[in-house]
């Protein structure tokens, strides 16, 4: 069974960085999209990005658009969501989860239901 | 972006209630529909993917239906280890969407 490890807990400055890594255990990417979720404390969740890694496409949240990068390197089968020009309100916790991906009869990519999550990242934005 | 109003925002119900949450598309998403069951301090966990089908492993008192712009989650006999928050994730368009969550707590 896939699972999806991420990395620890980051403590950052407003204004830095962060970079999350979410490697699948025990299989890879092939024919999966790695989506980011996050979630901030007591509130509900927020789809932030995807990448599809065999396609080399990612889309992201339009309200992120140009802070957040989310990667892939398939020799690896690693995923990576990176964050910049971090704020307090940024502190959340941090999901990848997989969803397959195919195309239906017209040649369109559509993508089955987030199926497996990562275990979380919190990352805390805080002076 | 479609937004999801999922309702009640919280429930409590004896355990053996049927409990029931639902889901407004702001547009047609025809069964693009799926609910998620997060324990606290754990990642969310599928339970319901297009509208109506069971995921694997998860107990058959849980159950969803609709389509189009209205859905319905059920637990058909509430369980102390149903306590959790439920959420409803639209897919047929980018953004995905959640809805804002249901805390269900035991009477």
């Known amino acids: 069974q896939v699972q999806l490890v991420q990395s620890g807990a980051e403590v950052k400055k407003p204004g830095s960085s962060v970079k999350v890594s979410c490697k699948a255990s025990?299989?890879?990417?092939?024919?999966?999209?790695i989506s980011w979720v996050r979630q901030a404390p007591g509130q509900g969740l927020e789809w932030m990005g995807r990448?599809?890694?065999?396609?080399?496409?990612?889309n992201y949240a339009q309200k992120l658009q140009g802070r957040v990068t989310v990667t892939a390197d398939k020799s690896t089968s690693t995923a990576y969501m990176e964050l910049r020009s971090l704020r307090s309100e940024d502190t959340a916790v941090y999901y990848c989860?997989?969803?397959?991906?195919?195309?239906?009869?017209?040649?369109?990519?559509?993508?089955?239901?987030?199926?497996?999550w990562g275990q979380g990242t919190m990352v805390t934005v805080s002076s | 972006d479609i937004q999801m109003t999922q309702s009640p925002s919280s429930l409590s119900a004896s355990v053996g209630d049927r409990v029931t949450i639902t889901c407004q598309a702001s547009?047609?998403?025809?069964?693009?529909l799926n609910w998620y069951q997060q324990k606290p301090g754990k990642a969310p966990k599928l339970l319901i993917y297009?509208?109506?089908n069971l995921e694997t492993g998860v107990p058959s008192r849980f159950s969803g239906s609709g389509s189009g712009t209205d859905f319905t989650f059920t637990i058909s006999s509430l369980q102390p280890e149903d306590i959790a928050t439920y959420y409803c994730?639209?897919?047929?368009?980018?953004?995905?969407?959640f809805g804002g969550g249901t805390k269900v707590e035991i009477k």
């Open positions: 989860a997989r969803a397959q991906y195919y195309y239906d009869r017209s040649g369109n990519l559509r993508f089955e239901a987030i199926d497996i």
């Open positions: 025990g299989g890879t990417f092939s024919s999966y999209a």
């Open positions: 990448v599809i890694p065999t396609l080399g496409i990612a």
């Open positions: 547009q047609d998403i025809s069964n693009y």
């Open positions: 297009d509208a109506s």
């Open positions: 994730q639209q897919y047929d368009n980018l953004p995905t969407t």
